[in-house]
């Protein structure tokens, strides 16, 4: 199998419009969202003023607005709307069918060649979509928004397999991707989670940053989201030790696989826990 797809499209999708969006998101985000020009992306987070993580976000700047890809719309819109006081800035929330390609054929079955984060616009099945290129499933990871898909969807099986929910779940265990709210929530903080891309250290102020990074320049990380290949049957939220100490705390798990926030000190692929093995990222 070389070509995968599911349906997406309970995530959220926010336009932000306004003459004063870039600056705003900018001030609140820990990327940086200023510089971006028409046609350009990137991930980033959303946090409070603990560095607790609200969201992890997709920005796309679409020239007229910016289009957010979101895990937790809900709350990402209250959080940029509490912050919005004299800005000329509205959010509202954007249908449309979201369908992920992924796999070793992805790129060649949708004839693009993006860097993550980025987008295009193609004619697939006759519909005009836009393309964007997320978080790595099964290999490059392509999010496909479209007005309407029964040709798209069509055409993708004709060409590779559907994935389940289950399916898709063992891919994000798998390749170590956090999600709202099991990974993603106002517990954890971008570090912890895996998220470094997503944070700027050189763009100047946003809402969590001093606390972030003090993390990052004193070196406080004391976990950090790993796999681990269990020994036996566990549950969500089922804690691991190593030497009598706990050592993970499980966030997702998936079979006898598991995503878990471990002790920094036993991070190592190989190293035993009571219960299961650390193992790196992409899992077998």
């Excluded at 397999?161 to 063992?170: G, I, M, R, T, Y």
């Excluded at 000190?265 to 093995?277: K, N, R, V, Y």
């Amino acid at each position: 199998m070389d070509l995968a797809f599911f349906d997406r499209t309970t995530r959220g999708r926010l336009i932000v419009t306004g003459r004063d969006r870039k600056d705003l998101l900018h001030r609140l985000a820990t990327n940086a969202i200023a510089p971006l020009t028409a046609g350009q992306g990137t991930s980033t987070c959303f946090c409070t003023g603990k560095g607790r993580l609200i969201d992890w976000t997709v920005v796309l700047d679409r020239g007229e607005d910016l289009l957010l890809l979101s895990g937790n719309p809900e709350r990402l819109a209250g959080h940029i709307l509490q912050f919005t006081i004299s800005e000329d800035v509205t959010v509202r929330n954007y249908m449309a069918i979201e369908i992920v390609v992924c796999g070793p054929g992805a790129a060649g079955f949708l004839g693009v060649s993006l860097e993550p984060w980025q987008f295009t616009d193609r004619s697939l099945g006759g519909v005009t979509v836009q393309i964007v290129r997320v978080e790595p499933l099964f290999g490059d990871a392509y999010a496909i928004l479209a007005p309407d898909a029964v040709a798209l969807r069509r055409l993708l099986h004709e060409r590779g397999k559907q994935l389940d929910p289950a399916e898709v779940e063992d891919l994000r265990v798998r390749w170590g991707i956090p999600a709202v709210p099991n990974e993603i929530n106002e517990e954890t903080n971008p570090w912890e989670v895996g998220l470094d891309d997503a944070i700027s250290l050189t763009k100047g102020c946003y809402i969590g940053q001093e606390i972030i990074a003090r993390i990052h320049t004193y070196k406080k990380l004391r976990r950090r989201l790993a796999g681990l290949k269990l020994a036996s049957p566990a549950a969500q939220g089922a804690t691991l030790t190593r030497g009598g100490h706990e050592a993970a705390l499980l966030t997702t798990v998936s079979g006898d696989r598991a995503l878990a926030l471990v002790d920094v000190e036993s991070l190592a692929p190989g190293t035993q826990l009571d219960g299961g093995t650390v193992v790196a990222f992409p899992m077998p």
